[in-house]
């Protein structure tokens, strides 16, 4: 049964990456359109939007597969967190791409009831909160083999991705709450002044824990290694602050 398990855990693991990389690569296809269009990089229906969306979730995805790979906790649990961050990351990217090419905003649109559907869809990035904070849950209480600065760095990138969640979630609370009372650009700008701060925050669990991995390969003691990551912990939370800060 534990081999069972296990292999299904890999599958669930490979199955990230792919999609990932599909995610990712439909982010640079619609890079190129945009330039080759020659269209706005601003705005609610821009190609931008499909861009980011693509490579930002092809990326996260891709990161979370790999950081959470550290970490020991029950497998069934495991493979259920993964599998709903995988297929929660297609249908975002899945709904922004489709209102994008329909010419249609993707966020805070409620014209037509199809387009409210989606919009109201696309909220359930409140689940994949509950997803990464399961995982931030097992690497909290986690006492595996982990070497203590990569368990730093995973506690580290987790949590602030949580807090780029949230971020997200208080986009969207703002956005709809303003569209659904009539000032739908102001719904817009008011989420788009977040931007800064979420991207940033997204990417904590890429930066931190890929440093602890590349110091493996030092010749640094592990007392070393640690206290670089603390510092390191601290600069990219003053960073986060400082852009919400400068936008928020």
């Known amino acids: 049964m534990t081999t069972i398990l296990r292999t299904r855990t890999r599958s669930v693991e490979r199955a990230a990456y792919q999609v990932g990389a599909l995610l990712f ?3 640079v296809v619609h890079l190129v359109v945009l330039i080759a269009s020659g269209t706005t990089w ?32 029950n497998e069934r649990v495991r493979t259920a967190l993964l599998g709903a961050f995988t297929v929660v990351s297609v249908v975002e990217v899945a709904l922004v791409t489709m209102q994008v090419w329909r010419g249609v905003p993707s966020h805070f649109d409620f014209e037509t009831g199809f387009d409210t559907v989606v919009s109201m869809m696309l909220a359930i990035g409140a689940v994949i909160i509950v997803t990464v904070l399961g995982f931030t849950l097992a690497a909290l209480r986690s006492t595996s083999g982990l070497s203590p600065s990569m368990l730093l760095a995973l506690r580290f990138g987790l949590v602030v991705l949580i807090a780029a969640l949230a971020v997200g979630a208080v986009m969207i609370v703002d956005g709809v709450r303003l569209a659904r009372g009539g000032e739908p650009q102001l719904a817009y700008t008011t989420a788009g002044a977040l931007k800064p701060v979420h ?3 997204m990417h904590a669990i890429l930066v931190v824990p890929a440093l602890a991995w590349l110091m493996r390969f030092t010749d640094w003691t592990e007392r070393r290694r640690t ?12 960073a986060v602050a400082g852009t919400w800060l400068v936008f928020g």
């Open 42 to 73: 601003e705005g609610p229906l821009s190609y931008r939007k499909a861009m980011t969306f693509g490579l930002s979730f092809g990326l996260t995805l891709a990161t979370l597969a790999w950081a959470t790979s550290f970490l020991r906790m």
């Open 199 to 201: 991207f940033v925050a």
């Open 25 to 27: 690569l439909s982010g």
């Open 227 to 238: 206290r670089i990551i603390q510092a390191i912990a601290v600069i990219y939370a003053i």
